[in-house]
């Protein structure tokens, strides 16, 4: 007899399983995945010399840096959820980028008053004050074990830049596709691309000396290191010779900010993910509570009712986040109304299960009646039980592929994240309104959602994803595989994804899915487009005792592991 994936859900769990198609690394006592293995490898060796999971987020924070350079970073920005086991609480770090003091809502427009690409991801204007320094500062001096000095958790990072990069298949595959970003600035071009500014070769050495000195800079004096004095001086002479309006001031007054996480229930699993100015958690919790009401786990896995459900809901929550998300401390977002289930209930209204609404007949909700590649991100759990879900991001890839010279850092695009102008799409697609509008000291809206999941107060998934956009998308899909179709963490980390963020009008999706299955979502009206990859995420779950942990196949070079 045929079972529904509901029904077998409780054995595919089981890892052993032979229902299971993939298997994820297992341990008893910790976990790490990350999209890099020497990274991943410094944070279990920071948890085996007894540190937490903290200690080993700041390590791996500052060895990306070195490892991943299209991502990992000093130069960028992101958030961190913290989850501390003994009293039970989860907390955030937000050290998202911010806005200098000179900028203007207008800045990114040209002379005919239209949004102006070349400002907003090729000049020093797209360049916000970076924040990574500080918020793995802030982790560390609040929740670190307290038994490693912070030049010691940042020794490994420096440990690997004085070896240098040599060129691996991953590397090589990323740097021709920012090589002419690169090829701008002799700055970076001296590091990144060949004398003859083409791309590295499998086996090439890049040096990074003046990352070293940089590293041993912060190691020395901490985020002051970064924030003033020589490191600090270069980097704004960099931005402003690229056009930029960054000032010493600026990365002097930068500070990170600790915020209370956004926190949802589906079907009995608590979720609690990263507040504004990220997006993500707000909206993963929309879209799940919207589709609380349909029996996902008896239509099956990405069949197309359930893919359908997903789209028509991930419409409306986008639809919200055009006009109501921004920077809290700057505009006033109705946070408990978009995620009330009152709410949901009557966007779910407005779903039709055998047809597709167009976009443009879409339109932001009245949540106030219900008052009640280019990102990385890397997930943690200690023997202890405390968790770490970070992700960070320079925005594209490589960044800006500005080099501050004599810094090894590279900056930031992430004001591109801001609206230009109210309906004008940014990078990714996403429109925005006057809600994520550049202004001085403000941090822009952001789709990176670390997020966790909790069940009868237990810790259960530690989640997050790199892709834009999308990442919503893939962090809903890795709660729903698990919770509704009981697939284990490296089946969901692996299985066909789907993604509708309202505008552009179509429903991405992976190879992979069904043909049939596209033919029906076709006749219910969506417009489906096969598209690359979305996304990757790096997931580990816990359940009585046991951890499991996956990385995302999608990437290259990327690591599990545990002990």
């Given at each position: 007899?045929?079972?529904?994936?509901?029904?077998?859900?409780?054995?595919s769990q089981t890892i052993a399983s032979d229902l299971a198609i993939a298997r994820?690394?297992?341990?008893?006592?910790?976990?790490?995945?990350?999209?890099?293995?020497?990274?991943?490898?410094?944070?279990?060796?920071?948890?085996?010399?007894?540190?937490?999971?903290?200690?080993?987020?700041?390590?791996?924070?500052?060895?990306?840096?070195?490892?991943?350079?299209?991502?990992?970073?000093?130069?960028?920005?992101?958030?961190?959820?913290?989850?501390?086991?003994?009293?039970?609480?989860?907390?955030?770090?937000?050290?998202?980028?911010t806005a200098p003091a000179l900028t203007t809502k207008d800045m990114f427009l040209?002379?005919?008053?239209?949004?102006?690409?070349?400002?907003?991801?090729?000049?020093?204007?797209?360049?916000?004050?970076?924040?990574?320094?500080?918020?793995?500062?802030?982790?560390?001096?609040?929740?670190?074990?307290?038994?490693?000095?912070?030049?010691?958790?940042?020794?490994?990072?420096?440990?690997?830049?004085?070896?240098?990069?040599?060129?691996?298949?991953?590397?090589?595959?990323?740097?021709?596709?920012?090589?002419?970003?690169?090829?701008?600035?002799?700055?970076?071009?001296?590091?990144?691309?060949?004398?003859?500014?083409?791309?590295?070769?499998?086996?090439?050495?890049?040096?990074?000396?003046?990352?070293?000195?940089?590293?041993?800079?912060?190691?020395?004096?901490?985020?002051?290191?970064?924030?003033?004095?020589?490191?600090?001086?270069?980097?704004?002479?960099?931005?402003?010779?690229?056009?930029?309006?960054?000032?010493?001031?600026?990365?002097?007054?930068?500070?990170?900010?600790?915020?209370?996480?956004?926190?949802?229930?589906?079907?009995?699993?608590?979720?609690?993910?990263?507040?504004?100015?990220?997006?993500?958690?707000?909206?993963?919790?929309?879209?799940?509570?919207?589709?609380?009401?349909?029996?996902?786990?008896?239509?099956?896995?990405?069949?197309?009712?359930?893919?359908?459900?997903?789209?028509?809901?991930?419409?409306?929550?986008?639809?919200?986040?055009?006009?109501?998300?921004?920077?809290?401390?700057?505009?006033?977002?109705?946070?408990?109304?978009?995620?009330?289930?009152?709410?949901?209930?009557?966007?779910?209204?407005?779903?039709?299960?055998?047809?597709?609404?167009?976009?443009?007949?879409?339109?932001?909700?009245?949540?106030?009646?219900?008052?009640?590649?280019?990102?990385?991100?890397?997930?943690?759990?200690?023997?202890?039980?405390?968790?770490?879900?970070?992700?960070?991001?320079?925005?594209?890839?490589?960044?800006?592929?500005?080099?501050?010279?004599?810094?090894?850092?590279?900056?930031?695009?992430?004001?591109?994240?801001?609206?230009?102008?109210?309906?004008?799409?940014?990078?990714?697609?996403?429109?925005?309104?006057?809600?994520?509008?550049?202004?001085?000291?403000?941090?822009?809206?952001?789709?990176?959602?670390?997020?966790?999941?909790?069940?009868?107060?237990?810790?259960?998934?530690?989640?997050?994803?790199?892709?834009?956009?999308?990442?919503?998308?893939?962090?809903?899909?890795?709660?729903?595989?698990?919770?509704?179709?009981?697939?284990?963490?490296?089946?969901?980390?692996?299985?066909?994804?789907?993604?509708?963020?309202?505008?552009?009008?179509?429903?991405?999706?992976?190879?992979?899915?069904?043909?049939?299955?596209?033919?029906?979502?076709?006749?219910?009206?969506?417009?489906?487009?096969?598209?690359?990859?979305?996304?990757?995420?790096?997931?580990?779950?816990?359940?009585?005792?046991?951890?499991?942990?996956?990385?995302?196949?999608?990437?290259?070079?990327?690591?599990?592991?545990?002990?």
């Amino acid at each position: 007899m045929f079972l529904l994936s509901s029904q077998v859900s409780a054995q595919s769990q089981t890892i052993a399983s032979d229902l299971a198609i993939a298997r994820p690394v297992t341990s008893r006592h910790a976990m790490v995945v990350s999209q890099e293995a020497a990274a991943s490898r410094v944070g279990i060796d920071i948890l085996k010399k007894g540190g937490n999971a903290v200690d080993a987020a700041v390590a791996i924070g500052f060895s990306l840096a070195v490892t991943l350079p299209r991502a990992g970073n000093l130069g960028g920005g992101g958030f961190m959820l913290i989850h501390l086991s003994e009293s039970k609480t989860t907390t955030c770090v937000d050290y998202r980028e911010t806005a200098p003091a000179l900028t203007t809502k207008d800045m990114f427009l040209n002379e005919k008053r239209q949004p102006d690409r070349m400002k907003s991801l090729f000049s020093g204007l797209s360049i916000g004050v970076p924040g990574t320094v500080a918020g793995l500062e802030l982790a560390w001096r609040k929740y670190g074990s307290g038994r490693f000095t912070f030049a010691e958790l940042i020794a490994p990072a420096a440990a690997l830049a004085r070896q240098g990069l040599m060129v691996d298949d991953d590397l090589a595959d990323s740097l021709p596709f920012a090589a002419a970003a690169l090829a701008r600035h002799p700055s970076s071009a001296k590091i990144y691309l060949r004398p003859d500014k083409t791309a590295p070769r499998p086996g090439d050495h890049l040096a990074l000396n003046d990352l070293v000195a940089t590293l041993e800079t912060i190691a020395s004096r901490g985020a002051a290191g970064f924030y003033t004095g020589p490191v600090a001086e270069k980097i704004v002479a960099a931005v402003q010779e690229a056009g930029g309006r960054m000032t010493l001031e600026d990365l002097a007054g930068y500070h990170a900010v600790e915020r209370a996480p956004v926190r949802g229930n589906y079907r009995g699993h608590g979720i609690v993910s990263m507040p504004p100015p990220s997006s993500g958690g707000v909206h993963i919790i929309e879209i799940a509570n919207i589709l609380e009401g349909f029996p996902l786990g008896a239509q099956g896995f990405n069949s197309a009712a359930t893919i359908h459900a997903m789209a028509e809901a991930e419409k409306l929550a986008f639809a919200d986040r055009s006009l109501y998300l921004g920077d809290p401390d700057f505009v006033q977002i109705p946070v408990s109304s978009l995620i009330s289930k009152i709410y949901a209930d009557d966007l779910r209204k407005k779903i039709v299960s055998d047809h597709a609404r167009p976009a443009i007949e879409v339109s932001p909700g009245r949540p106030e009646r219900y008052e009640s590649d280019q990102t990385t991100h890397f997930s943690i759990v200690d023997e202890n039980g405390n968790a770490v879900a970070n992700t960070y991001t320079l925005n594209l890839p490589y960044g800006s592929g500005l080099v501050a010279e004599g810094t090894g850092v590279l900056l930031n695009v992430e004001l591109d994240d801001f609206s230009a102008k109210p309906g004008a799409p940014n990078n990714y697609g996403l429109l925005g309104g006057d809600a994520n509008a550049p202004a001085p000291a403000k941090r822009p809206l952001s789709s990176m959602s670390p997020t966790m999941v909790f069940k009868d107060g237990m810790l259960e998934l530690v989640t997050g994803g790199a892709g834009g956009s999308r990442i919503i998308s893939i962090v809903l899909q890795i709660i729903l595989d698990t919770v509704d179709h009981g697939l284990n963490v490296a089946e969901a980390a692996q299985a066909p994804r789907v993604h509708h963020q309202w505008q552009p009008d179509e429903l991405r999706i992976e190879r992979g899915v069904s043909p049939d299955t596209i033919r029906i979502l076709e006749a219910f009206g969506h417009r489906v487009v096969v598209r690359e990859a979305i996304g990757s995420a790096y997931t580990i779950a816990r359940k009585d005792g046991l951890l499991t942990g996956a990385a995302d196949p999608r990437h290259r070079g990327a690591l599990a592991e545990g002990y």
